[in-house]
């Protein structure tokens, strides 16, 4: 692995990227799955783009807006949340008209992640570790990143389930449904297959969310996403990019909240 010096030397957003990683070693063990889903990310922004898609094209420029605000690739986090915001719009001559730009930068990024993680022998993921503490966190976020992110956090505490998209995270959430195991849930709302807001109204409709108290975790600050998530009984809702501390403090809050219904 090269020195840090090389992402500062190629525009890297390294200050910006701890303060919310809280230090070197968090920041390079989660880098690494960052770098190792990019080209899967980009195969699915290719096939929607391909297939003028534009709901799934939103959601996975989304993802990848998500993840470069985290590691301090500014410029195409930049790039990738107007995309976002015109593919929601289904504005598909802009997509069009941008889209080599998207890529392009897209490649850079991927660039700098080969030259800074050569002979790079992080672990695949962080240790597991053993608790004895039943008490489920459930994670339901497309982001791999954060998944790693919160398994950092809580994983000597608490038992982790994790979802990439809705439809798993159903499935978490009915497997638990009579344990009163599932303490927290940290939902995105932009997520493949089923959506966040989908999860939600399942769970009103099976009258779940205040034994599993949910707090969204998004990186969708409009005002018509807040409202319309503040329409549900949710504990809290915070915005991506997330520190270290505000997490915590979202998932004290939201546990407080079973506690009290239990």
């Keep these: 692995m090269k020195d840090i010096n090389f992402l500062y030397q190629n525009n890297v957003d390294v200050d910006k990227a701890l303060e919310l990683f809280g230090d070197i070693e968090t920041y390079n063990e989660t880098i690494k799955e960052f770098k190792s889903g990019i080209d899967e ?9 391909q297939e ?9 420029v989304h993802s990848l807006k998500s993840d470069c605000k985290y ?5 195409l986090a930049e790039i990738a949340y107007e995309h976002e915001m015109k593919s929601k719009a289904n504005d598909l001559n802009y997509v069009k008209a941008n889209y080599n730009q ?14 800074y993680l050569e002979d790079n022998e992080i672990s695949e993921t962080l240790e597991e570790n053993e608790t004895l503490n039943e008490d489920i966190i459930l994670v339901a976020d497309d982001s791999e990143v ?10 000597a505490d608490y038992q982790l389930e994790f979802a990439k ?21 940290l939902l995105d709302l932009n997520m493949p297959k089923v959506s966040g807001f989908s999860v939600l109204d399942y769970m009103t409709q ?10 969204i975790i998004s990186g969708d600050s409009s005002s018509e996403a807040i409202n319309r998530a503040f329409e549900y009984p949710i504990v809290d809702m915070i915005n991506k ?11 004290e809050k939201t546990i407080r909240q079973a506690s009290n219904k239990s």
């Design 41 to 49: 990310k980009l195969g699915l922004i290719k096939k929607y783009y």
């Design 52 to 60: 003028e898609d534009m709901p799934n094209y939103a959601i996975y």
């Design 71 to 75: 590691f301090g690739f500014t410029k």
């Design 102 to 115: 998207l890529i392009e930068e897209t490649e850079k990024v991927k660039n700098i992640l080969n030259g």
């Design 146 to 155: 954060i998944r790693i992110f919160v398994k950092k956090i809580f994983d």
């Design 165 to 185: 998209n809705g439809e798993e995270a159903l499935k978490v959430i009915r497997d638990h449904e009579d344990d009163n195991r599932i303490k927290a849930i």
């Design 206 to 215: 099976s009258n779940l969310l205040e034994r599993m108290p949910v707090t």
């Design 241 to 251: 990019p997330f520190s270290e501390a505000k997490i915590k403090d979202a998932v």
